[in-house]
């Protein structure tokens, strides 16, 4: 049967990160190569990470072309719901398609859609003003992450220092897990907010290195859309 899975995954920009995202594209791949999903070989499946708009349209637009008998199609990430079209933004960094651009790929298609459908107010220009903030000579630190923490939706972030049945190692200045999140905080160059995603996902890979792979961190957050958490600033 001439048929194709499309994956579609992007974890947001750097203050709305979702490490998830990246899993749960390899966890679809690794169901459909599976006997329960079918046993697709891999030159069926095709995977779309951190794309952009233009780079997604372009390949729908081209599959669109090739009259496939039956298109799976995944995306996981950031979301929401539109009032005046009556459908899901999917969101690819700052910009969006609507899911109606994934549909009519074939005459058979299974569409599977995981980000949320919340209807949010705009705060694009309170969040373009608190990132203006960092480029005066005098930073006021502590408003700019109250600030931040005024336009992030309502949420719960958990961060664990290691997996279930495992155990958190301390290396004699303090637990393993905390000394790499806060030397990954110090050695912050890149995010002028940084999440508290961003920085857990950073440390977890010290923390597994240094426990040589017996402490794996993870993390539940409440919600996949909306800006995350800030945990520390870039000073």
Partial sequence: ????????????????????????IKSYKKFLIS???????????LEIYEKDVDYVKSVINELSKCKYEFVLTVFSGHGNFSIIKNERRLYLGDEYIYESELRNLAKKQLIIIDSCAGIEDEVLIKEEAIMESFTREEKDYRKIYEEYLKI???QEILLYSSSENEYSEDIGIGGLYTVSLLETIYENTKYGIFNALIAHELASEKVIKKSRGKQHPNYLSTRRS????PLSLKV
């Fill in 1 to 24: 049967m001439d048929k194709i899975a499309l994956l579609i995954g992007h974890p947001g920009r750097p203050e709305e990160y979702i490490p998830g995202v990246k899993k749960d």
């Fill in 35 to 45: 006997p329960y999903g079918g046993r697709w070989i891999k030159e069926e499946i």
């Fill in 152 to 154: 992030c939706p309502e």
């Fill in 226 to 229: 909306g800006k995350k958490l």
